[in-house]
């Protein structure tokens, strides 16, 4: 475990009922046991940080150590490492490191608009982060600096070597340790706080004050532990709420009350070396130490202790945390000895990884959710199925798989989970279906077949029970079952059903991918490629359905009944809503920018809540509005709604998400695109007056046409999946999706011109927003392009003309005696055709042709090659091809090459590796380059 509890919530009345959750014997008193968890659950819904899932962020491969943290007015964040200055923009890092600041900084804090400033081993710094620059000073800063503070115009410095104040508007430093201030207990300072109209200053040996009024320092007595020689403080923390000053000491934590004087020890930091202090949103006290991360609860009196697992990737990279920070989105970094960790803040949802609600670091990419009535949680999908009575207590949860031996199941894949009519839980999976028995915990399997013994359940995708308390089951290559209930749980497990419908009586398909019963009672089935059928059960008559919609596809790959009737099916680019009764039908488009598969539907109240794979959608059922929202990076395979607490639940890969409705209601957060950097040919480019950051336009010489350009908005939480977009003016002719956890757009090989670079996110309609980020840059033509140059060209070739019509008028005039006639002069300069071809370099290429042909899955397929095949001289080949074709060999073949691949790839029945190797090519890059340079784009873009 990664974290240790020692008082938790709830815990006495958790206790009380995870028995009877577990057997499912409570169901009378079910309501009220609902009702307490769902107050439970709301109390700290979303809210709160969780400490255990930390998404760890390596600055570089030599600066691992982090000691601060600070974050500009743009809101880019600034990182105080081990070995200098960084900045990071949610992507990537950037070195801001000079000769002399490539050093430890202690301490790190925004001075104004324009300029940070921190505190090092070789003194203090002033970085200009608008520009990107070291300010110059001649102010002979104290080196060894541990802490700095601003207070109205004067910079307070602690260092090993004295507290020190600096005026920053004259430039002035004065020492404030000396034999004249007795009230400092050491002159190793270390922490320096305000609290009300006094500075607060922690020592190697002991805590003063200053008396700004007075300009007097007072020592503060605090308890001794007379295990220790000194009174050695790390960090102090101001806390208005409680009125008081965290004291973070070598050894304990101790908690001051500035107005009394009164001071109390936590004891459970006794011996612990407390190295950065904090308080979050909830104003639980963060303490960072040589031990790992401690929360503490005074509401409550708990204490959560984080350290690291080398097992989970998830957890805090680092026992020793030397700096907290919150930034304006609340989430919460931590620096340590090892890289930064990082608590992402979620206002609206609540992120649950697998790990926390199993205790174990196994995986599943969840396709089905569920609720039973008793209030369990039911997660299947690729391996097994996971039974949790909360999603808070690990310790609760079973873990259904095969071949388990005490709790197994028929098969990992898990396709559907449902609650009879009479409490009974049922499992559709790759292994045919299963009952859950309760007070056992084990699941009772049934195989099911035909009257004919020709199709069985093997592979079952769906069920419900019917009006007559008849299961309906979905399976593949076994087409529908109908059983009776009661007589197959009485069974031994092997059970021929009543009812089978198959391919041979009017399915279209024995591919079955959903059953949904109407409110009529009729069935209607999706089956994979093969469209929607209704069945209706008075006769059992089997009718094909046809989706006439607004787009090529007819390929449905989901179906939902709502509350009020009406069926939704999904398709690639939206979805139809239809009314079974008449069979009408309404298209609604869900993204006009891209086509997205949909994975899952779930319905709450007005809306249905639709997640693709480009996002996650509400729409309003009855004006039919779609919103797209931003939501958590993932493909949310699975949703459930849960009625009793008012909680939607999306599954992906190893965890869920849950948030409420009222999600809708949030206002969006709109963080404004910059570019964080730009690379010219490789190397990071410079104006040299203002950073990259702040810039709307650049100039650029025509040898600097590579560029990367490096964007972001700054918004650091998972609040926000935001979809960027980007669009070059005069080379893109559509907008482009930028890859998801990147954000770096190329561009190589520009011709000299006008560009404008436009990044944008995708809005609430699935549209790139109306008002983008925009930079603007010209590529200068080289001067041989240029208009003047043009001009030289024209007046020398006019030049050179009236030359030779001078020459040669003299030398006529010289021969004959008299000037040549203006027809001769022009016989005189017309060269003579060239000769016809001979016919038998047709036959010549012919065999080139046919040799290139035969051989283009041959790397080695050369000139030289191209001779011993041929019988002809290497010579011979290039003149005649280059004579031809205008082109040297090798890039003949080249040519055939990629002409033969263009053909493979537009057949859709290669991957791009397998027509890369199929026409002799072994690099993807190079493959890639090729292709681009004789069509104008990659290989993926020519089959897309």
Wanted: with cysteine; aromatic share 14%; hydrophobic share 35%.
């Amino acid at each position: 475990m990664n974290f240790v509890i020692f008082q938790i919530k709830f815990a006495s009345l958790i206790k009380k009922f995870e028995i009877a959750y577990n057997f499912g014997i409570m169901k009378k008193h079910k309501q009220i046991m609902m009702l307490i968890f769902a107050l439970a659950g709301l109390c700290g819904y979303g809210q709160k940080a969780d400490y255990r899932i930390f998404d760890n962020i390596a600055v570089s491969a030599e600066a691992l150590g982090v000691n601060c943290f600070t974050q500009d007015y743009s809101g880019l964040l600034w990182i105080g490492s081990h070995k200098g200055l960084y900045s990071y923009d949610g992507f990537s890092a950037q070195p801001h490191i000079s000769e002399e600041t490539n050093t430890r900084i202690y301490c790190l804090l925004v001075l104004d608009e324009n300029r940070l400033c921190f505190g090092t081993d070789n003194g203090v710094f002033f970085y200009n982060y608008k520009s990107d620059s070291y300010e110059k000073s001649s102010t002979a800063f104290p080196v060894d600096v541990r802490t700095v503070l601003i207070c109205d115009s004067s910079l307070w410095i602690g260092s090993l070597n004295g507290l020190f104040r600096y005026n920053i508007h004259s430039g002035k430093i004065e020492k404030q340790y000396t034999r004249k201030n007795p009230g400092i207990p050491h002159k190793t300072i270390y922490s320096i706080i305000k609290y009300g109209d006094s500075l607060y200053i922690g020592t190697y040996n002991g805590l003063c004050r200053y008396l700004s009024k007075t300009d007097t320092f007072e020592r503060i007595e605090l308890p001794r532990d007379f295990g220790r020689s000194n009174q050695f403080i790390n960090c102090l923390l101001e806390d208005t709420l409680r009125q008081c000053i965290w004291i973070g000491m070598e050894g304990a934590l101790l908690k001051y009350f500035p107005t009394t004087g009164r001071t109390e020890s936590l004891s459970f930091f006794r011996n612990n070396s407390v190295k950065s202090l904090s308080l979050d949103r909830d104003k639980n006290l963060l303490a960072g130490t040589d031990n790992g991360l401690y929360i503490y609860s005074e509401q409550d009196g708990s204490v959560q202790h984080i350290v690291h697992d080398s097992r989970n990737d998830k957890s805090l990279a680092n026992n020793i945390v030397w700096g907290i920070f919150f930034d304006r989105e609340q989430n919460i970094w931590l620096g340590t000895d090892y890289n930064i960790s990082l608590v992402r803040q979620n206002k609206a949802f609540r992120v649950i990884p697998i790990s926390q609600i199993t205790g174990i670091g196994d995986g599943n990419r969840f396709h089905v959710l569920f609720r039973d009535s008793c209030g369990n949680f039911w997660m299947g999908g690729t391996n097994g199925l996971i039974f949790a009575p909360s999603l808070d207590n690990p310790a609760l949860s079973i873990w259904y798989r095969m071949g388990d031996a005490k709790f197994s199941i028929a098969h990992n894949r898990i396709r559907d989970i449902y609650e009879d009519k009479t409490g009974n839980l049922w499992v559709a999976s790759d292994g045919s279906i299963s009952k859950y028995n309760y007070k056992e915990k084990q699941f009772i399997r049934y195989s099911l077949v035909d009257s004919t013994h020709t199709y069985n359940s093997n592979w079952a995708y769906y069920l419900f029970e019917d009006d007559m308390n008849r299961l309906w089951i979905a399976t593949c290559l076994g087409g529908i079952f109908v059983v009776d209930k009661q007589k197959l749980m009485q069974s031994q497990g092997y059970y021929v059903a009543e009812k089978n419908f198959n391919t041979q009586n009017g399915l279209p398909g024995s591919f079955v991918n959903q059953i949904i019963p109407d409110k009529a009672g009729n069935v209607w089935g999706l089956f994979y490629k093969n469209g929607i059928v209704k069945i209706d059960v008075k006769n059992n008559k089997i009718n094909k359905i046809y989706i006439d919609h607004e787009t090529d596809n007819n390929h449905p790959n989901y179906l939902l009944f709502d509350h009020s009737g009406f069926m939704w099916i999904g398709f690639s680019d939206g979805l139809v809503r239809m009314n079974p009764n008449d069979e009408k039908t309404e298209f609604i488009r869900l993204n006009t920018f891209e086509d997205s598969e949909i994975l899952s539907m779930t319905e709450e109240g007005r809306h249905l809540w639709i997640a693709t794979t480009g996002g996650v959608w509400a729409l309003d059922k009855q004006t039919l509005e779609a919103r797209r929202l931003n939501m958590p990076n993932q493909l949310f395979s699975a949703g459930f709604y849960d009625k009793t607490t008012q909680t939607i639940y999306l599954g992906a890969s190893d965890l869920l998400v849950s948030f409420p409705p009222s999600l809708l209601n949030e206002p969006e957060t709109n963080f404004p695109i910059m570019l964080t950097a730009l690379y010219v040919n490789g190397e990071p480019y410079h104006s040299g007056n203002l950073s990259i950051r702040y810039m709307c336009d650049a100039k650029l010489t025509h040898k600097q046409s590579n560029l990367s350009f490096e964007f972001s908005n700054l918004q650091y939480s998972s609040e926000q999946g935001n979809k960027f977009v980007y669009r070059m003016e005069g080379f893109d002719k559509q907008w482009k999706i930028q890859k998801l956890q990147t954000n770096r757009i190329s561009y190589p090989n520009l011709e000299p011109g006008k560009y404008r670079l436009l990044i944008g996110k995708l809005d609430s309609s699935g549209n790139p927003d109306k008002n983008p980020f925009v930079f603007s840059f010209v590529i200068s033509s080289p001067w041989y392009y240029s208009l003047t140059a043009k001009c030289v060209y024209i007046i020398l070739v006019m030049a050179f003309i009236l030359w030779i019509i001078i020459f040669l008028r003299i030398r006529n005039k010289g021969q004959n005696g008299s000037l040549l006639s203006p027809n001769q002069l022009e016989n005189s300069i017309v060269s003579k055709p060239a000769e016809p071809n001979n016919p038998l370099t047709d036959k010549l290429l012919s065999e080139i042709n046919r040799i290139i042909e035969d051989h283009i899955s041959d790397p080695d397929l050369n000139v030289n090659a191209l001779s011993c095949l041929s019988g002809v001289g290497s010579k011979q080949i290039y003149r005649k091809t280059k004579q031809l074709t205008g082109m040297s060999p090798v890039e003949y073949i080249r040519s055939l090459r990629m002409k033969k691949a263009a053909a493979l790839l537009s057949e859709n029945k290669f991957t791009v590796s397998e027509v890369m190797y199929k026409i002799g090519f072994s690099s993807p890059s190079y493959f890639a380059k090729c292709f681009q340079a004789e069509f104008g784009k990659l290989p993926k873009e020519y089959t897309g």
